[in-house]
């Protein structure tokens, strides 16, 4: 009993800290020779992404959520320790969907937010994906909506609201969240990895510096976005880009959408974001654009922008979920 107790008043304490006003971003560089000097200067400092989990959240590593083809896809899971009875509210979710030019990363990567959010009282997954060199698109899309479905096939046992999930992804797993938050209706993006009784749908997309648009130049001449694809050249098949782009998809019943993006993002221009907006305006979706003047492509692994896109994302969970 005393263990619950103090675990109830650790995830009150945090949240108090997080329900804060939200800091504004801190001033940016001119470019990013400029970052990386003030990086070795030492004025700049990394989160911890091995963050050690604190007792007030427990975690399940390697829960395996579908099947991609011959791939066993994995997710781990990090929810509030207390315990919950049948009685108490049932708490939101949130998937995050991890980057790495749809080729690379590992879903360790969103260890912190998964441990800040479920000291929040969300039950957080953070997942894996069939990788481009593994399976091409559409696999990967595939595989996070299953991972949506897995959520609420789960919800009972997790006490989750199956009405109140959202999925956040960084760069390519921007890219695959949006993809996961505006996709209906098309069969063969859903694929056959499980839980084909659930629906796929989120409430709620963060979307931190993804592609949205790979119809456009910066990404017709990627070789990422074109191995992604499966090798498909723009010319020689501009349906898939077409197919694969996140502005495709957008219509008025999507569900409220972050998108944070830094200005000098070499890696994702910013006018992948600003075409978004566009989309969404233009459709009524609803929608805030957090632009981080002088920020680069994964800028919220510098403490002080994580602490402002942090609290940005918790006001924005609050607000739609």
């Not at 000291?119 to 698109?137: K, M």
């Not at 999925?167 to 499980?194: D, F, K, Q, R």
Request: with cysteine.
């Amino acid at each position: 009993m005393a263990a619950c107790v103090s675990a109830a008043i650790t995830v009150a304490l945090a949240a108090t800290q997080l329900h804060a006003e939200v800091p504004p971003a801190p001033p940016g560089y001119a470019d990013e020779a400029a970052i990386k000097a003030a990086f070795f200067a030492g004025k700049l400092k990394t989160i911890d992404l091995q963050l050690p989990v604190p007792a007030a959240v427990t975690v399940e590593k390697a829960v395996e959520y579908g099947q991609g083809g011959e791939v066993a896809l994995k997710l781990d899971l990090y929810r509030p320790a207390q315990a919950v009875g049948t009685d108490d509210p049932l708490m939101p979710a949130i998937i995050f969907v991890h980057g790495g030019a749809w080729k690379g990363g590992s879903r360790e990567i969103y260890r912190y937010y998964c441990v800040k959010l479920a000291e929040q009282g969300y039950v957080v997954a953070t997942v894996s994906y069939r990788l481009s060199d593994v399976a091409p698109f559409p696999a990967a899309v595939q595989d996070v909506k299953c991972a949506v479905r897995w959520m609420r096939a789960n919800a009972d046992r997790l006490h989750v609201d199956p009405q109140r999930i959202a999925i956040a992804g960084g760069s390519a797993g921007g890219h695959l969240a949006l993809m996961a938050g505006y996709v209906t209706n098309h069969p063969e993006l859903e694929g056959t990895g499980g839980h084909a009784d659930e629906s796929s749908r989120v409430q709620a997309v963060v979307n931190f510096y993804g592609p949205t648009d790979l119809t456009s130049e910066f990404a017709q001449g990627s070789d990422v976005v074109i191995k992604f694809l499966g090798g498909a050249q723009y010319d020689d098949n501009p349906e898939i880009y077409r197919l694969a782009s996140p502005c495709t998809h957008v219509s008025a019943d999507d569900p409220p959408t972050l998108i944070l993006h830094g200005s000098i993002d070499s890696v994702v221009p910013i006018s992948q974001a600003e075409i978004l907006v566009e989309k969404l305006k233009s459709a009524g979706v609803a929608y805030e654009y957090d632009r981080l003047e002088g920020w680069p492509h994964t800028m919220d692994l510098e403490a002080n922008v994580n602490r402002h896109c942090l609290a940005k994302m918790v006001e924005f969970l609050e607000a739609n979920l």
